[in-house]
């Protein structure tokens, strides 16, 4: 379903994220993010003399290698468009996030090792999002390694969600944690049903 109709408007900007997740031949994975921000006009700029309309401002490009475990094995980072001159030599300060773990406080770690003028605003903010991309990379395809075939290829079957489930920590680490895992819900109240609780207020 769309959105409502919007009002009468102008387009001005448009930041472009997109983040694949890779099984290397190694046994490791790939998560690897791309950065662009584009205006719908052209403007002047000091490093760069002139940046035409939907030419890139930000073309940057972040790659974390995890192994299953999610500890990051290798970080990569390049900037191939900047509205600086200095900005890329950022850049390969990411690789400093090799040796962390993608878990709780992955955020606050990498921050302490790329943040401020040690990094990249741009290539920080892709973190958050790379980091839910390898949990959803890692961990169904851990599920798809222990299960038969059948289970992921049937229809109508909960047991590759519901092994991906344990795999993240089961109920201890996921109920309450969105609507979908509300002990009051439907997911919950099918997946365990000792811990689903009736809704206080069902209207």
């Known amino acids: ?34 950065l662009t921000d584009t205006k719908s006009f052209g403007q002047t700029n000091y490093d760069r003399g002139y940046i035409a309309p939907r030419e890139p401002i930000h073309d940057m490009w972040l790659r974390l290698t995890v192994d299953p475990a999610m500890h990051i094995v290798e970080a990569v980072a390049v900037s191939d468009k900047t509205p600086y001159a200095a900005c890329p030599s950022a850049a390969p300060n990411f690789s400093a996030l090799a040796g962390l773990t993608i878990k ?18 741009h290539l920080r903010e892709l973190l958050q999002q790379m980091a839910t991309t390898a949990f959803q990379t890692i961990n169904p395809a851990k599920a798809r390694q222990v299960l038969p075939r059948d289970d992921y290829e049937t229809p109508g079957t909960d047991k590759v969600d519901a092994r991906i489930a344990e795999i993240m920590g089961g109920p201890p680490k996921i109920l309450n944690t969105c609507l979908a895992y509300s002990e009051h819900g439907e997911v919950v109240r099918r997946r365990w049903p000792h811990l689903y609780k009736e809704p206080t207020n069902p209207a």
């Open 1 to 34: 379903m769309p959105l409502p109709p919007p009002a009468i408007r102008e387009a001005l900007h448009t930041r472009a994220i997109e983040i694949e997740g890779y099984r290397r031949a190694d046994g490791n994975f790939d998560i690897e993010a791309h």
């Open 104 to 121: 709780a406080g992955f955020l606050r770690d990498a921050n302490h090792r790329i943040g401020g003028t040690a990094g990249c605003t």
